[in-house]
C-alpha cells in the first residue's frame, strides 16, 4: 500500500470534493459521436455572442510579447477600472477570474479555527475557498431560495472572518435590494469582510439592485468581486476583479501570485472595458432569451425561480437527473444543480435564440416522453 496522501491532507481538505464543471461540448460529442457543431451548451453561463472584435484586435496586436512576463501591477487595467468606476487604483485588485479573488481573500482570513459564513443554494466556489484554506463553513439556509441575509448576519460570531455573498446568485439567479443589502451590512461587526459577488450584476442594470460601488466609501469591510467572464464574454482568459478598501486590497498584494493575471487577458479586458456596445447587445439578448425561454416553460407547465442574471433554474418537481441524460443524449447540455441541494432543477444559460428554441423543443419532446 501506497502512503495515504488524503489522510495526510488537511482534514477540511479531506471533506472537499472538486468542483463539476459544465460538460465541455467536446465531451459530449466524443461519448455520443456527434457533430460539435449539433451541440448546444447552455450550461456554464457563457456568454453567446462570442468575443467582440475589439477584443479580438487587441490580442492579436499582443501576440508578439507572449515571450515576456505580463505586467505583474496590471497597471494600464487597473487605471481603467479605477477610472471607470471613480475609485482609486489602490483599492483594485486583479484576479486570474473572479475565482481567483475569492482564494485570494480565503488564503489571507482563514484557517483552521476560523469559520465563513454563505447561503444554502450559493456559488460552489465559497466552501472550496473556505475548506481548502482549514476554515469551517457556516452554511445558512436559504429563504425561497435567495439568501436569508438576516439569518447570516445572526450567523456571524467571533471566530467569523468572512461572509460570502452573492448577489444576483448563482445558480439561483436570486436576488436583493438595497434596503436588504443596508440592513446587513449595517449589522456585519467592523472585523469581518463582507465578499459582495457582483459577477452578473452588468445583466441587472434595468433592475433595482444595489451597485456594490456605491457602498465601499461607508464599509470598509466589503469587496465587491466582479469578473469579466460572463457579460463581457471573456470566461476562457480568466479575468475578474475586486474593489474594496486600500487596506483590503494591500493585504490581497500580498498574498496574490506575482504575474495571476495574464498579458493576453489584461489586454483584452481593458479593449471590453471600452466596447460598450458589445456589453449593450449582452443584456439585450439576455433580456429576450429570458423572456423566451419563461414563455417555453409557462407553455409546458414548469415552475422556475425568477432571476437577474444570464441564467435561470427551472423545477420539474421530480428528480431532474433523468431529464438531464435525455437532453444529453439529443446534444443538450444544461446544468444539473443536485450539488446545489436542488435536485428537481435544472439550471439553463440563456443562449442565442435559436439555441434557446432548439432546448425548448428538445425538452418538450423528452417531457412527452417521460
Ligand atoms: C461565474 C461566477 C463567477 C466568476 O467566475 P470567474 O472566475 O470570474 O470566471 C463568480 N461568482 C459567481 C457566483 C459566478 O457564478
Redesign the pocket.
Known sequence: MSFDFLAAALPSVQQLSPYVPGKPVEELARELSLNPEDIVKLAS?ENPLGPSASVCAAIAEALPELTRYPDGSGFALKSKLAEHYAVETGQVTLGN????ILELVARAWLAPGRNAVFSAHA?A?YPIATLASGAECREVPAKDYGHDLDAMAAAIDSNTRVVFI?NP??PTGTWFNQATLNAFLSQVPEHVLVVL?E??IEYAADSNLPDGMDYLSRYPNLLV?R????AYGL?AL?V?YAMSSKAIADVLNRVRQPFNVNSLALVAACAALDDAHYLERSRELNSQGMQQLEEGFKTLGLSWIPSRGNFIAVDFAQDAAPINQALLEQGVIVRPVAGYGMPNFLRVSIGTQAENQRFLDVLTQVLQQA
Open positions: 453561463n477570474g473572479s475565482n481567483d456559488f466556489v452573492a446568485n448563482n459577488d459577477a452578473y468581486s469578473t469579466f467572464s460572463k470566461a480568466r475578474g
